[in-house]
């Protein structure tokens, strides 16, 4: 299966739509990362941080609407749909809750 027929297969279905909002969201959050130790460690330029900045606050709005999309459909318990918005705060959490949920078959 290549990418684009991988990319294709996760768009048809909640579950498949939250495991690639949860993996872009963490991505986005490495991306914002580098951009904020440019504008205050490297270059002093804040033109990464004005670019992932957006970028990660769309990819982070998608994220907690695919939560709770795939919350209600999957019928997440409150501390499980908790722990889904909770994730989206630390760097990279998305990703491994998103690993988490896929292992015990809640999506």
């Known amino acids: 299966m290549d990418a684009t027929t991988t990319l294709i297969t996760l768009t ?3 579950g498949g739509r939250f495991r690639l909002a949860a993996i872009a969201e ?12 440019c504008k205050y460690l490297v270059v002093h330029d804040p ?13 982070f709005i998608i994220y907690l609407i695919a939560a709770f999309l795939a919350a209600k459909e999957y019928r ?7 722990l889904a918005i909770v994730a989206a705060i630390p760097p990279f959490t998305t990703w491994p809750f998103e690993r988490w949920v896929l292992k015990r078959g809640m999506l």
């Open 76 to 82: 997440w318990s409150a501390s499980v749909t908790t």
């Open 26 to 37: 963490a991505w986005s959050w490495g991306g914002l990362l580098v951009g904020m130790g």
């Open 47 to 59: 033109i990464g941080v004005q670019i992932m900045g957006p970028i990660h606050g769309a990819l």
């Open 12 to 14: 048809e279905s909640t």
